[in-house]
């Protein structure tokens, strides 16, 4: 267990040195960046080969279906409730997966419509608005399409779950969602609440339905639907990593 500490501890090390800017002499111009008295321009601080040729490898995927199409689709799906108010824009062989629901294998077509249309989320937050914006095609998943949400309500409706409205609101942190389709346009997969910067909103960065009802008091009773919190054992290991980094500059200062 101690070897694994140490081996950790250092790897930790190691990331936060890569990640952390260096201290120099490092200034920033119009046009380029000042280093060591030398002016690079923008184009020559760029490495290209670390970037993916967007426009090619959508080619390269020979989708029979246009992304322009791929995006009316999703926004067809998402405009009628998800999919449930029209069943058919589903495939059969349908899969709905978010980071918790649906446990590693999601919810099958049936499920699904099951669960989300006995749902009613829009009468606990009549004002729910889901912001979905940038809406793009996967450049290396045929078929899929990303897109974003940063959704907000308050719960002065039915109450959520059941319970008395609160009258509180809630905004979520912005959630990578997608829809994936086969190449008759059926939807084949849909995938939300993958939360992008937990730090943003009032929901303790928990995204799905899990965020709305913590913001709003109404956490659910499991670890998954509270907050994010360091188990002990990462705080130990985090604690060693701060310890060896501090070693390191130690030594570095003696030699």
Same mark, same amino acid.
Request: charged residues 15%; hydrophobic residues 35%; aromatic residues 12%.
């Given at each position: 267990m101690g070897y694994i500490l140490a081996k950790t501890a250092i790897f930790i090390t190691i990331?936060?040195?890569?990640?952390?800017?260096?201290? =120099?002499?490092?200034? $920033?111009?119009a046009g380029g960046t000042r280093t060591n008295g030398v002016i690079s321009s923008s184009a020559d601080l760029i490495d290209e080969s670390l970037f993916l040729n967007e426009e090619d490898a959508l080619y390269k995927l020979?989708?029979?279906?246009?992304?322009? $199409?791929l995006i009316t689709k999703t926004k067809e799906?998402?405009?009628? =409730?998800?999919g449930v108010e029209r069943p058919e824009l589903l495939a059969s062989d349908f899969i709905f997966m978010g980071p918790v629901v649906g446990g590693p294998s999601g919810l099958d077509r049936e499920a699904y419509l099951?669960?989300?249309? =006995?749902?009613q989320i829009k009468d606990a937050f009549p004002d729910l608005n889901p912001r979905f914006h940038d809406f793009r095609a996967d450049k290396l998943d045929a078929g899929r399409v990303w897109f974003t949400s940063v959704a907000s309500g308050t719960d002065n409706g039915s109450g959520?779950? =059941?319970?008395?409205p609160t009258g509180k609101s809630f905004m979520t942190p912005p959630q990578?969602?997608?829809l994936k389709f086969n190449e008759e346009g059926k939807a084949t997969k849909y995938t939300i609440g993958h939360v992008m910067e937990r730090s943003l909103g009032n929901t303790g960065g928990l995204g799905?339905?899990?965020?709305?009802?913590?913001?709003?008091?109404?956490?659910?009773?499991f670890p998954e639907a509270q907050p994010y919190k360091p188990s002990k054992r990462y705080r130990l290991i985090q604690l060693v990593g701060r310890l060896a980094s501090s070693a390191k500059k130690r030594k570095e200062?003696?030699?």
């Open positions: 990331i936060a040195t890569c990640v952390t800017p260096s201290v =120099g002499f490092t200034s $920033t111009r020979n989708f029979p279906l246009s992304e322009a $199409t799906y998402l405009s009628a =409730g998800q099951e669960a989300v249309g =006995g749902f959520f779950l =059941g319970n008395k990578a969602c997608s799905g339905i899990f965020g709305p009802a913590y913001a709003i008091g109404k956490g659910l009773p200062k003696k030699d």
